[in-house]
């Protein structure tokens, strides 16, 4: 089956926890502290793979969860790094963030790897606290979340040239013929549902991937029917092969039929309009063909035109001969304009604060990621892994700042969802 596109939610493993330990030896009194750091949790890595053509691995596991670093132990025992996942994809699967629609990666090279949701760092452990001023710190902490996102695969196959048009225009036909594809062929509309891939390969050797892609109808650019499966799997060929059945059957306008095509095809994206593109009159072997062909080069006297019969193999050989060379003297095209390609990156001013202070229900709700990945770190059963909580708030500027908008010692002040008492 096959399946280009999937929605996941990833939650990489938690660090380990640092453990609070002191050595304890006979006839070592005053063994000091020993407590190891905990291992970083597992990272989910997605990872292109030549020999996969489908994302259905993926479609019932709606949730991937790394495993949690090992905790650190006494005797200076660090804990192990949990095992990353990995999770692999067929070439041409552009992973988004789906909360922002932000491009994460674009994998298009085989075993190309790629970090998606890291794992936590390991929680420290006391001994790592230990300075000349405070040679025997009694806390430790935990282990830092797991990076938990919301993404978007999609798969746009990686073609060299892709043939679209009309349902029923010969598309499917053309590929069995010329190809190593046996596609799915039948006389009525919309026989192929899903795009078929070919290697053609020339007499001199010389091969290329051509593809098969859905049939477009009017509307696809806005999702009608099976456009948006059309149009975004074509953004990713090199050239565009229209195949227009030149004989008019099924009382198709071949000039129509045309336009309608480059019509949704420009409303869609510019970038995929400007590739480059040629006719493939198909059907020829059919009366009246020719006098519409006729008809077809007085409106469009530029085009490139092949003129072929894929039912009985006629024409065939010029086009793919040609089709090879010009596919030879083109440059690697950019499967993204660098304009459309965003980072998934955010980047802060310098004078921006890193966290926000809002009202809500009378409760001062602090939130930021440095101070929530603080708070959720942090023992709250040791009395020194509290004091230094409460320092790192007060160099953050957040008891200043919490001064200024107008709390008061008494007021609650919610981090994480966990409420508390702001005292001096």
């Known amino acids: 089956m096959f399946l280009d ?9 938690n660090g380990g926890d640092g453990c609070t330990s002191f050595r304890r030896e006979k006839y070592v009194p005053m063994g000091g502290p020993d407590g190891g750091s905990g291992g970083r949790g597992g990272n989910i890595v997605f990872e292109a793979e030549k020999g996969l053509k489908t994302l259905i691995d993926l479609k019932y596991h709606k949730i991937i969860k790394a495993s949690k670093g090992e905790n650190g132990k006494g005797k200076n025992m660090t804990g192990k ?41 390991g929680g420290k452990g006391n001994k790592a606290f230990a300075t000349h001023d405070k040679p025997a710190p009694s806390f430790s902490e935990l282990g830092e979340p797991g990076e938990i996102r919301y993404v978007r695969c999609e798969l746009k196959l990686l073609a060299d040239v892709g043939l679209v048009g009309m349902p029923s225009v010969g598309k499917s ?7 190593n594809s046996n596609p799915k062929i039948a006389s009525y509309h919309f026989t192929t549902l899903n795009p078929n891939l070919g290697v053609v390969t020339l007499k001199n050797k010389e091969s290329f991937v051509l593809a098969d892609l859905p049939g477009l109808i009017v509307g696809a650019s806005n999702g009608v029917g099976l456009g948006i499966k059309f149009l975004k799997h074509a953004s990713r060929t090199k050239i565009l092969a229209h195949v227009i059945d030149m004989s008019g059957s099924e009382g198709r306008n071949p000039i129509e039929d045309y336009e309608t095509i480059r019509k949704e095809i420009i409303d869609y994206s510019e970038k ?12 020829m072997d059919i009366p009246n063909a020719k006098d519409n062909l006729e008809e077809f080069k007085k409106h469009y006297p530029d085009k490139i035109i092949f003129e072929v019969s894929a039912l009985n ?43 926000t202070i809002s009202r809500e229900d009378d409760i001062w709700v602090i939130k930021g990621k440095e101070i929530e990945t603080l708070f959720a770190m942090t023992r709250w059963d040791e009395e020194e892994a509290i004091n230094r909580f409460n320092k790192k708030l007060k160099k953050m500027g957040i008891e200043e700042e919490l001064a200024r908008i107008g709390a008061k010692k008494g007021d609650e002040i919610a981090i994480n969802n966990y409420i508390f008492e702001w005292k001096d």
């Open 173 to 179: 036909s053309i590929l069995a013929s010329v190809s």
């Open 272 to 283: 995929l309009a400007s590739k480059k593109e040629i006719i493939v009159a198909n059907k």
């Open 5 to 13: 596109e999937v929605k996941l939610k990833l939650v990489a493993g």
């Open 313 to 355: 193999k006629e024409g065939l050989d010029e086009l793919l001969e040609y089709l090879a060379k010009t596919l030879k003297e083109m440059k690697n095209d950019d499967l993204y304009n660098k304009n459309e390609y965003e980072s998934s990156i955010i980047y802060r001013f310098k004078n921006e604060k890193p966290y």
């Open 81 to 121: 790094n949990a095992l990353d996942i990995i999770i692999k994809v067929p070439l041409g699967t552009t992973i988004y963030d789906d909360d922002t629609n932000l491009i994460i990666a674009d994998l298009t090279v085989d075993k190309e790897k790629v970090i998606v949701a890291s794992g936590g760092r």
